[in-house]
């Protein structure tokens, strides 16, 4: 019976919680990452925010601590991924607005044949007018525009970790109970039955976001991606620390 509530439980908390798929969703978006990618880290993501949380309901259990207690660890872990989803939102979207408002006035980056780099930049023409021209005496190579290499490395891991400090509040009191009736049987598959439950509604929901948003287009918008992704991560943060989602 408990493995049937585990798994009702480990849904209804994934599609409620929007915190435990939107970051996938919009930074998969505005990162244009593969579904393959985006499915391994939300399943990398999916798995550290379970097991955290049946760590320390073990670690509960065998020091004999009371439910109490231990749900009031996981109250302040909530509180703490929340606010840490705050700030790595708010930090992800000055750096999409940062970049956005480079690309718009036009850094270049030219590479001389001598081996020498320099960067000018200049305002793009609008509709209408006529394209900027700019000579050069030299021949010089003009690298595609990347995003920063530290982000391209720091984003995932910053979502790891945020997903491993989150809990999984409705875990610890059927992890009790199973652990309390005496039979570790029945603990692993509360375990098994709540973690398959929750791993399957974060990339049934991440996959079918991907399929639908990975050919719209932003439009003018568009170079405001990752801005607008920081945005909506800082929205899923708020939920979790002022809404209880």
Not at 199 to 215: E, I, N, Q, T, Y
């Amino acid at each position: 019976m408990l493995f049937i509530t585990a798994i009702a439980v480990g849904l209804v908390h994934t599609l409620i919680g929007p915190d435990h798929y939107v970051p996938f969703i919009v930074i998969g978006r505005a990162r244009r990452w593969g579904w393959g990618r985006l499915m391994l880290l939300t399943f990398a993501c999916g798995l550290g925010h379970v097991l955290s949380s049946v760590v320390i309901g073990l670690i509960g259990v065998a020091l004999g601590e009371s439910l109490t207690r231990i749900q009031g660890v996981e109250e302040a872990r909530g509180e703490w991924a929340g606010w840490a989803l705050i700030l790595f939102g708010l930090g992800y979207g000055f750096w999409g607005l940062w970049r956005a408002m480079r690309r718009k006035h036009g850094a270049h980056v030219h590479l001389h044949l001598d081996g020498t780099i320099h960067r000018h930049g200049h305002e793009h023409a609008t509709q209408g007018e006529l394209s900027p021209v700019h000579e050069h005496a030299h021949s010089a190579t003009h690298p595609e525009p990347s995003e920063p290499a530290p982000w391209k490395s720091l984003t995932p891991w910053v979502l790891f970790i945020i997903f491993v400090l989150g809990p999984c509040e409705p875990l610890i009191p059927l992890f009790f109970a199973s652990a309390l009736s005496g039979s570790w049987h029945e603990v692993l598959l509360v375990t098994v039955g709540y973690s398959a439950a929750t791993l399957f509604a974060m990339h049934a929901l991440v996959s079918v976001f991907w399929w639908g948003m990975r050919k719209v287009s932003l439009g003018p918008l568009e170079r405001f991606s990752h801005a607008l992704a920081g945005c909506v991560v800082l929205l899923s943060g708020v939920g979790m620390v002022f809404f209880g989602l």
